[in-house]
């Protein structure tokens, strides 16, 4: 039998993350590959959870998602952006964030269309774009010399519109770099897509984990862009309950339209009593996000010295749960090599940024560690890389 796999699809196989983690699990390896935290959100919000299931909201609810959990995000984004949804046709309920963006793209790109990415991007993005039958178009984001932090230049992004470029999708805080996108880098985007009438697609699932007192500017708050503006974001980061899989589009009646009649074959809807436990969470919940962010800026402090300490060059990581490192420092040059070897070696598993990035050559010494562990795994890991001499990589 040939091949079943459609062509466009047979590129992606076991994605990284699997790996590394079939890698950690099977060394005994501390895993800093995956970003998820080991340990749960708020007690209120998993008793409500389960409060909701046994008081039998089990069945479908919905199609666009529950009425509480709409009102919740049309709130939150009026109270702390000012931009004003109506729950009813501007807030759309989806299966994660993840699920967000596959409608999106289904629904938003003709075969042929273009999307400018920056790289290096969450692997989700090249697969569904890949899967709609568009075109991906690459900016690479690169570390500034003066200060480690990743920007883009804006020459090469305004040189990657072309005649068939149909929208710009922007990741901030960004994952994996840990950028956070500036209000100016945000006007260059917001420029650009005025310009040329293109699409801004924007992921903003670590829109409260932004670091050191820096804003998280949603796009669609820019002039002239929030009729063209479709974001998504879920309660997976905002309450450290990524497993939950509940997210949000967000944006124009006329886009959020077009992502709810394909996601409606697609998942359809997503569980009911999550849903009312994340929307009473949204609401009530603000002095848990703060005092998670504050803990997770504490564990980027604490894993980015112990990273420097054991001879990694560390980048500037402004909000995620992520650091970027470099091994040149340590004599490599090959982070899959690197990634693959540290399980066996050091006990430690990380993820190879280059695995991100359309143009490998630009991510092939960085490697990318999640802090967002308990402070006990994240110093057992440092220990563990302390005493890690690379022999056989």
């Not at 899989?245 to 006329?254: D, F, L, N, Q, R």
Request: proline residues 5%; hydrophobic residues 40%; aromatic residues 8%.
């Amino acid at each position: 039998m040939e091949e079943p796999l459609i062509e466009r699809m047979r590129v992606y196989g076991e994605t990284i993350f699997a790996e590394m983690t079939r890698l950690a699990v099977e060394t005994g390896s501390v895993n800093l590959g995956q970003g998820f935290p080991d340990t749960d959100g708020p007690r209120s919000l998993l008793e409500a959870a389960s409060g909701h299931i046994l008081k039998g909201v089990n069945q479908y609810p919905p199609g666009p998602g529950r009425p509480e959990l709409r009102e919740a995000v049309s709130r939150y984004r009026a109270r702390h952006y000012g931009i004003e949804l109506d729950p009813e046709t501007e807030v759309y309920i989806t299966v994660g964030a993840t699920a967000g963006i596959a409608a999106s793209m289904l629904a938003l790109l003709e075969r042929g269309d273009e999307v400018i990415v920056f790289e290096p991007m969450y692997d989700s993005y090249a697969a569904m774009i890949t899967l709609a039958g568009g075109v991906r178009r690459s900016v690479t984001l690169r570390p500034e010399p003066e200060t480690g932090r990743f920007t883009f230049d804006r020459g090469e992004l305004r040189a990657a519109v072309g005649p068939r470029t149909r929208m710009i999708l922007v990741n901030s805080p960004h994952n994996p770099t840990g950028t956070v996108f500036t209000a100016e880098e945000l006007e260059e985007i917001a420029e650009v897509c005025r310009e040329h009438d293109l699409i801004a697609f924007t992921d903003e699932v670590y829109e409260f984990l932004a670091f050191d007192g820096r804003p998280h500017v949603p796009l669609a708050s820019l002039p002239g862009m929030r009729e063209r503006t479709v974001s998504v974001s879920s309660v997976g980061k905002m309450f450290a309950v990524t497993g939950w899989k509940t997210g949000w589009v967000m944006g124009p009646e006329s886009l959020v339209n077009a992502v709810r009649t394909v996601n409606q074959f697609l998942t359809f809807s997503a569980n009911g009593a999550l849903q009312l436990a994340a929307a009473e969470a949204i609401d009530r919940q603000w002095d848990w996000i703060v005092a998670q962010r504050q803990a997770l800026q504490g564990k980027r402090d604490r894993l980015a010295e112990g990273l420097a300490g054991t001879g990694f060059d560390v980048n500037v990581c402004e909000g995620t749960y992520f650091l970027m490192a470099d091994i040149r420092p340590l004599g490599y040059t090959d982070g899959v090599e690197v990634a693959r070897a540290l399980p066996k070696e050091a006990g430690v598993a990380a993820v190879p940024a280059q695995v991100f990035y359309d143009h490998e050559e630009e991510g092939a010494h960085l490697l990318r560690f999640a802090f967002c562990k308990r402070d006990e795994v994240l110093d057992e890991a440092v220990s563990r890389l302390t005493g890690w001499h690379g022999r056989g990589v």
